[in-house]
């Protein structure tokens, strides 16, 4: 089992320009989420989903939008880069009827 | 609301020294209490996690215990090792719906040989 997997690792972007963070896991676990880290701030949820086909806000959706067409895997898109995005990402899946989340290794992105 | 209060950091020790991390939260219902590490370049993980009042968890070494009466579950180890160097993240989920885990601000752990 490779667990939870990120893509890429690192990302520098202009302001403006679009991505997307991909997040897969093997573990057939119902619920994805994806936080971002900053500094002295913990992490903070963006976006959630609690299965195949289902997205929902966290508590700083803005400027990001997400998708779960498949149960394995959970997309972040950023459609306008902008600097206070600048952030370490991760993503983390938890199974139905479990406490515990297991996260990923991080996407560390800057927009400058 | 629902909120964790870690110590600030960083928290200096020499090797084989007793660490003492200290978390506090508040929250609505029973929360579900975990210490997650992470070290230098790598993702979070568990490290150790209590579910109800009175409860202990360990690992490695660490122990935190589940006190309802303060709303404290404090990380602890007695003898520090380098390789423990990490931040350590208090985070509490409350059992209802999609149990958003809500984190401390962290710890910054340095160890020194």
């Known amino acids: 089992n490779a667990g939870v997997t990120q893509t890429p690792k690192f990302r520098v972007l202009k302001t403006g320009q679009s991505m997307t963070l991909l997040c897969a896991q093997d573990?057939?676990?119902?619920?994805m989420y994806w936080y971002r880290q900053d500094p002295g701030m913990g992490l903070r949820l963006i976006h959630y989903?609690?299965?195949?086909?289902?997205?929902a806000k966290g508590e700083v959706p803005d400027g990001y939008n997400v998708s779960r067409l498949k149960k394995q895997n959970f997309l972040l898109g950023l459609e306008s880069a902008a600097p206070s995005q600048t952030s370490v990402y991760f993503c983390a899946s938890r199974g139905s009827g479990e406490d515990t989340q297991y996260f990923g290794p991080g996407t560390r992105l800057t927009v400058l | 609301g629902n909120s964790v209060t870690q110590m600030e950091g960083p928290v200096t020790l020499s090797e084989e020294a007793f660490l003492t991390i200290n978390c506090t939260y508040t929250a609505t219902g029973y929360p579900s209490l975990f210490w997650y590490v992470q070290y230098p370049g790598e993702g979070l993980q568990l490290l150790l996690k209590?579910?109800?009042?009175?409860d202990k968890g360990s690992n490695k070494g660490f122990e935190a215990t589940y006190r309802k009466e303060t709303t404290s579950f404090h990380l602890e180890k007695g003898s520090v090792q380098v390789s423990d160097s990490a931040v350590y993240f208090c985070a509490l989920t409350l059992n209802t719906g999609f149990q958003k885990l809500v984190f401390g601000t962290g710890t910054r752990l340095l160890v020194s040989p």
């Open positions: 209590a579910t109800k009042a009175d």
């Open positions: 573990m057939n676990h119902e619920y």
């Open positions: 989903s609690v299965g195949e086909g289902t997205t």
